[in-house]
Every structure is written in structure tokens, then in C-alpha cells.
């Protein structure tokens, strides 16, 4: 069997990720709302319908699966949070789990490997280095990391092996974090968020994907694996690099408070918060990265845009 089951598949990650598969020889099947939205041309590739909560119409795939990737969860960072939007990110994690551990207790053969997306958000803001070892922090990006883990933490005792993908910030060239900065510096108004000493801890689209299938081809890894290039910034550092791959400036300091007035608790977890962390996983299983220097991840993203 060779078959990849991805929710969320038609996401950011979830869609580089079905590439990369495609070209490995994997088979993908892509559980969404919305399957006729998409018309596929590769007869290795196809879309299932799911309504995100249960294993209806979908559950028997799951027979024929190696592997289970699990992306789904709403956006953290499209809008500000509300309490209701605060309620959609932690329920539509826990409801996606909750239907594929439904799908496994009802099939008849059980895929090898179950791969759980999670965050760095799990450590919360923290001074010190952070590694797989390390507890959890403080807060609602911590509390909603927890219990997306453990969402389809269940899976053990059916004999999947079970591996939390928890990633950093993911650098893309048409998505994710630079989507949203690249406009900004490209009109010169450029700029780092209070005094610019904050960690960030990062990672190319392509290691992102690397290390997902090094995950799901490595029977030897199990638990959490933290996605991040092995050099974490300080954001200061980051900004200005980026601005230096554009060929722009980074000349604005936006005060804390101003960012907080805008984006609430949303600035103190997302933006503001300061993680260092460390993929001792990865490094110690010989996971190769492309991209572990934030120049040349930058570079080969947006040397293009430049001029």
C-alpha cells in the first residue's frame, strides 16, 4: 500500500506536500468540504468528501492507506480573535481528529503511520531553548497545541505509530507569513514589531515537506518532531534580512503597545512572542535541510521579486 491519506490537503503545507508525494510515487487522497472544487488530471491523485467532524463517506479509505496526514484546522492568523473565532481554530482541530480516530476504531486494516500537524505555539513564549523535551507553555496557542496532540494521540493503541509535527513559522513564496510582508516592504514600509529581540524560529516550504515525508518514511521516529530550521533569528534579524532580499528598506520600529491595541491577544502569542526552538529530531534521524540559512531560504523564495 502506498496510499497517503492528507486532510487539509488543499491548504498551504498540504498542497506542496501532495506534490512532492505525487513525484515519490505515492498515491493521494484529499479529504475536503468541497471535492468538486477540484478536478484532478493525475489518475494517483484524488479528492473525498468529508464534513470535518466524522468518518462518514470516507472512513473505508482507510483501509488501503499507508499513512494519515493530519493538517486540518482553521486559520490562526486570518483575523483577529474573537471568542468565537478562538472556538473555531481549537474546535475544527479537535473535531478533524476526532473523525479520523473514528475511521481507524471502524477499519479493518490500519495505516502504519499516523502524522499530526502541531505548532511550535505548543512551547508558548519562552527565554530559554526549546526542544522536543521540552513542557508546554503558557496560553492559548498552548492550550490549543495540546489538545490538537492529543486529538489523535488514540491511534497508539491500534499499533500506528503516531508523529506531532509541531512547525515554526513556514517561508513560501505565494503564501503563509511572506503573502502578507511582501506587499508591505515592497511599498517601503517595511518594518520589525517592538524592540526587534524576539525569536523566530522558521522554516523553508520545501525542508517543511522534506521533513514531513523523512517522518512518514523513518519508522524509527515517533512523538513530536519540531519543523524548524536549525537557526533560529532574532526578529530583528529577520525583518531586515528579508528587506535586504527585496532591496528595500526596514526603517519602521512599531511599538508593542500599537500592535496590541490592533490585534489583542492575537499580537501576544503570534507576533510578539519569542521561541527558540531546536529540531533535535530531525537532526539527530539525518534529516538533510536545504534551507537552514534565512538569507538563502529568503533568496531562493523572492530573489525574483527584487527588481
Not at 35 to 47: E, G, N, V
Not at 169 to 178: Q, T
Not at 253 to 278: C, D, N, T, W, Y
Amino acid at each position: 500500500m502506498n496510499t497517503i491519506i492528507i486532510t487539509g490537503g488543499t491548504g498551504f503545507i498540504g498542497s506542496n506536500l501532495t506534490q512532492k508525494l505525487l513525484t515519490k510515487g505515492y498515491s493521494v487522497v484529499i479529504l475536503t468540504r468541497n471535492p468538486d472544487r477540484f478536478l484532478s488530471h493525475t489518475p494517483a491523485l484524488t479528492y473525498a468528501g468529508w464534513d470535518g467532524k466524522t468518518a462518514d463517506g470516507w472512513g473505508n479509505l482507510v483501509n488501503e492507506a499507508k499513512a494519515i496526514i493530519n493538517l486540518a484546522g482553521e486559520s490562526i492568523a486570518s483575523t483577529r480573535w474573537t471568542n468565537e473565532k478562538k472556538t473555531k481554530i481549537l474546535q475544527s482541530r479537535i473535531n478533524a481528529g476526532n473523525a479520523i480516530i473514528d475511521a481507524i476504531k471502524k477499519a479493518k486494516h490500519y495505516p502504519e503511520v499516523l502524522i499530526q500537524a502541531s505548532a511550535i505555539g505548543y512551547y508558548g513564549s519562552r527565554s530559554e531553548s526549546l526542544t522536543e523535551t521540552s513542557s508546554p507553555g503558557l496560553g492559548f496557542l498552548p492550550d490549543v497545541a495540546i489538545q490538537w496532540e492529543a486529538s489523535t494521540k488514540e491511534a497508539i493503541k491500534y499499533g500506528i505509530r503516531h508523529v506531532i509535527i509541531r512547525t515554526g513559522l513556514v517561508l513560501g513564496e505565494n503564501d503563509g507569513f511572506l503573502k502578507i510582508l511582501i506587499p508591505v516592504f515592497k511599498w517601503y514600509l517595511g518594518g520589525y514589531f517592538g524592540d526587534g529581540s524576539q525569536w523566530m524560529s522558521w522554516i523553508h516550504i520545501e525542508d517543511e515537506v522534506n521533513a514531513i515525508i523523512h517522518c512518514l518514511e523513518n519508522d524509527a521516529i515517533k512523538g513530536p518532531v519540531n519543523a524548524v530550521s536549525p537557526n533560529p533569528v532574532q526578529a530583528k534579524y529577520f525583518y531586515k534580512t528579508l528587506a535586504s532580499v527585496l532591496r528595500r528598506p526596514c526603517l519602521f520600529k512599531i511599538p508593542e503597545f500599537a500592535i496590541r491595541l490592533i490585534l489583542g491577544q492575537m499580537a501576544e502569542e503570534l507576533i510578539l512572542s519569542s521561541q527558540k526552538v531546536h529540531p533535535d529530531v530531525l537532526i539527530s534521524t539525518k534529516f538533510n535541510f536545504t534551507y537552514a540559512n534565512l538569507y538563502e531560504a529568503l533568496y531562493s523564495l523572492l530573489s525574483k521579486r527584487s527588481h
